[in-house]
């Protein structure tokens, strides 16, 4: 790993460290660099390169730091840990600085918005400020084509549903564009995996959150560094940050599916038809997998705002439509896609199991948020006045 120094030097306290994690992004650092310049004009702000690359990023960063406006830094992780987070996390090592800012180095965080997020996290008293794809005017359209924009939206929605607490005023938490006051961040907290550090941040602390919209660009040069194994990383963070509500709802699907399966046997056994059967069985699993769930997955947020009668009215509709829609699918997946019945109802099963913990977490026992929001505008970037 190596350190340099571009601007009036280490012995200066900057009043914002803009991080900048880089994998070959060589073609993207000067246009980069520039914009931020002209972005932050008359702040005290630093940008600080952590640069993982196999390209040339590392020359291009020192060459364009000999002109730029903006004092830089580089550290090249010769041996890099724990990807992008890993590189976010020892920029926030290096940094003095009050605040940390976090942009991806491919232009499709703009410039522009460095100061509105440091703004809008000095005037709120907040600990973070997040540039948010999915509320007021902010938006994805800068993602490839509209399988990513779908994928990115529902991962958000499973990444809020396992966090209903400390995401309830985080409507994206899988941005990588924020401002966090670097002393809120026990960094010895962080076990950095993948490209969601914000999400590890939020989960592994206790912040009080704002929210800025904004647009996601398009990607100025290169390719999406975005891939199913980073897809199977982000499962695996998920999984490590929040097992416990996840696998209590899975417990419960379980148990429940082995007593449809006992009641079906005992109906079906004393003359019963099989439909007949199997109907009862899923009502009578419905029922009492409600009572369950409200008892030892949901149980700490059922003062959320609900009354007992409107959860389960909207537990036992959405699990009611959900039976019906799912052998319908399930039959076509056998006879169109030609896939086996057995791992064809495994697919259904596990879809069914991630839509109904979606929908149970993010809309039958949804938390309140913890802040009135109260929209308005500064200049002609929209942002959000929080009143407590």
């Known amino acids: 790993m190596d350190a340099v120094w571009r601007g009036s030097g280490p012995g200066r306290t900057p009043e914002v460290s803009i991080i900048v994690p880089t994998f070959n992004e060589a073609p993207n650092v000067p246009e980069l660099v520039r914009q931020i310049g002209d972005a932050v004009a008359g702040l005290d702000a630093e940008v600080v390169f952590v640069d993982d690359s196999t390209d040339d990023t590392a020359d291009v960063v020192r060459a364009v730091a000999g002109s730029s406006v903006v004092p830089v830094r ?133 912040l009080t959150v704002s929210e800025v919209p904004f647009v996601f660009g398009r990607r100025f040069a290169g390719e999406s560094k975005a891939s199913v194994l980073q897809g199977l990383h982000f499962m695996r963070q998920l999984a490590a940050l ?34 007949v059967a199997a109907a009862i069985a899923a009502e009578a699993t419905i029922l009492m997998n409600f009572f369950l769930q409200e008892r030892f997955v949901f149980g700490d947020l059922r003062h959320e705002g609900r009354g007992p009668l409107v959860r389960f009215a909207q537990s036992f509709g959405f699990n009611n439509i959900e039976a019906v829609v799912r052998l319908p699918v399930l039959a076509l997946l056998v006879s169109s896609a030609h896939i086996a019945a057995v791992p064809a109802t495994a697919v259904t099963l596990l879809a069914a199991f991630l839509l109904r913990f979606v929908f149970h977490a993010r809309v039958v026992y949804r938390p309140r948020r913890s802040t009135r929001r109260q929209r308005t505008t500064i200049g002609s970037e929209p942002v959000l006045k929080e009143f407590s």
């Not at 996390?89 to 491919?106: I, P, Y």
């Not at 008293?125 to 007021?136: E, I, K, L, P, T």
């Not at 429940?256 to 046997?265: K, S």
């Open 242 to 275: 929040r097992f416990g509500r996840m696998s209590r709802f899975a417990i419960i699907g379980g148990f429940g599916a082995l007593v449809n399966l006992g009641i079906v046997a005992a109906l079906t056994g004393l003359g019963m038809g099989y439909l």
């Open 74 to 206: 580089l550290i090249h992780r010769e041996h890099p840990v724990g990807g992008l987070s890993g590189a976010v996390q020892e920029g926030f090592r290096s940094s003095v600085a009050t605040w940390c800012l976090v942009m991806d180095g491919d232009l499709q965080h703009p410039p522009e918005m460095i100061p509105v997020l440091l703004g809008r996290a000095k005037d709120s008293g907040a600990d973070v400020v997040v540039a948010s794809r999915y509320m007021g005017e902010g938006s994805s359209s800068g993602l490839a084509n509209a399988a990513r924009r779908a994928v990115s939206s529902a991962s958000t929605a499973l990444t809020r549903a396992m966090f209903p607490i400390r995401l309830a005023d985080c409507s994206d938490p899988m941005t990588g564009f924020f401002v966090v006051r670097r002393e809120a961040v026990d960094l010895t907290l962080l076990q950095p995996r993948g490209f969601k550090i914000l999400l590890e941040i939020l989960a592994r602390h206790r």
